[in-house]
């Protein structure tokens, strides 16, 4: 299902909702389609606790008891601020992302070649297009494959199709030798999208539920309000996560994550200062100087060896791009906005050891969203592709 391609009639009242590494956001929202005017009527966001030591399996129970609270906060407080914002209002679309390590984005190119000019068809289309989402399925992610891990395929998108070498709008009856098709699919853990199904069908059973991928849903926002920006390199981090993708020729071609994100940090903050985990988060939140703690020399120094380390893992991520390039000069930076000044600093020496020489970081923040004002920036993220979709397409 490709992004953008519901159009919208008049007024029209939707739920996104977000799904962090460590968090459950949601949002009614508003478009007010005739005067192109986004309202937020109710938003919320659950966190999951800080634990000592996080496992996969545990970690996924905690994202579903956070994603069922975050439904029940919905169902109660949400639909009772609807109502009193506007009676006559009826959700009609569930628009759900969902981020790294829940959601895996792939973009995989097909190549068919003949030594004899052919004519290009649906036929031939729908072919290369089932060959990349067969490849998709393939994929290996720690050693087994994305069936095996009980992932279901939530987004599909053909980006570019060319015709011996060049893009062409209209493909069908073109004669060439060579045909290209760029095609992005996005899997997301089953377990997850159940019980998010389970509590959407009780409180919302005729409405219409989309999934996406949180990195294909950045790449098709930041491709809206940048399309002259053929190169640029997103991060997005969560709670429990790093997460980049690679955008060249205006098409995402490559994304990867490693299981790191502020709450690990903080975790291992919290474990060298011998503080609460809390206290430790609160040194990465607002660039606050962990010097002021009055921690001994000894513990400031192994705090910044587990900077260091990370802006590590970080690099040899950025050197993951899927083809020989390094990563574009121009990286944009998605994460909770108290935590922007930090994680900027780090993804500049992260760029910096993975290319010996100097990027720009460009924070995402709501003031890019054409009048979407909220602190939580996946959420606005959310409403605002809810809300533009129609203009879009």
């Known amino acids: 299902m490709a992004l953008f391609s519901r159009k919208l009639a ?19 929202v508003v478009s007010r389609n005739i005067e192109e005017k986004l309202e937020v009527v109710w938003n919320y966001r659950e966190h999951v606790i800080i634990r000592d030591k996080i ?9 579903t008891t956070a994603l069922v609270n975050a439904m029940l906060e919905l169902s109660s407080n949400g639909l009772k601020k609807l109502n009193e914002f506007d009676k006559t209002l009826r959700v009609s679309v569930i628009q759900t992302a969902i981020c790294a390590p829940w959601a895996y984005t ?40 994305f069936q095996e891990l009980g992932l279901r395929m939530i987004t599909e998108d053909t980006l ?14 073109q004669q060439g030798r060579t045909l290209t098709l760029s ?4 899997v997301a853990r089953e377990k997850l999208l159940s019980a998010l199904e389970e509590s959407l069908e009780k409180i919302f059973p005729r409405a219409q539920k989309e999934y996406y ?23 997005d981090i969560t ?3 790093t997460e980049i993708g690679i955008i060249r020729d205006n098409i995402l071609k490559h994304t990867s994550h490693i299981p790191f994100g502020m709450y690990s940090l903080a975790r291992e903050i919290a474990l060298i200062c011998s503080i609460p985990k809390e206290e430790a988060y609160s040194y990465i939140k607002n660039k606050r100087d962990i010097a002021e703690g009055g921690f001994s020399k000894a513990k400031l120094e192994e705090v910044q060896v587990v900077f260091q380390k990370y802006e590590e893992k ?60 909220m602190e939580d920036t996946a959420l606005a993220m959310s409403a605002f592709t809810f809300h533009m979709r129609e203009r879009f397409e």
């Open 10 to 28: 008049g007024d029209e009242c939707g739920v996104v909702v977000d799904i962090g590494s460590g968090s459950v956001g949601v949002a009614i």
């Open 55 to 63: 496992e996969m399996q545990e970690s996924l129970r905690d994202i």
């Open 106 to 145: 792939v973009t995989k190119t097909i190549n068919y070649e003949d030594e004899h000019p052919f004519q290009v068809d649906q036929e031939m289309i729908k072919t290369l297009i089932e060959t990349a989402k067969k490849q998709t399925m393939e994929t290996t992610v720690d050693g087994k494959i």
């Open 160 to 173: 570019n199709i060319q015709v011996n070498g060049y893009t062409i709008k209209n493909t069908m009856g």
């Open 183 to 186: 095609h992005i699919s996005a």
């Open 213 to 235: 991928s949180f990195m294909y849903l950045y790449y098709r926002t930041l491709d809206s309000l940048h399309p002259d920006t053929s190169e640029i390199c997103t991060i």
């Open 239 to 241: 709670n429990e996560a």
């Open 314 to 373: 970080v690099a040899a991520l950025f050197n993951e791009t899927g083809d020989a390039l390094s990563i574009p000069k121009t990286l944009f930076l998605h994460c909770s906005q108290e935590t922007e000044e930090f994680f900027k600093e780090r993804m500049l020496n992260a760029a910096k050891k993975a290319t010996s020489t100097s990027h720009t970081v460009h924070t995402f923040t709501s003031e890019l969203l054409n009048g979407v004002t």
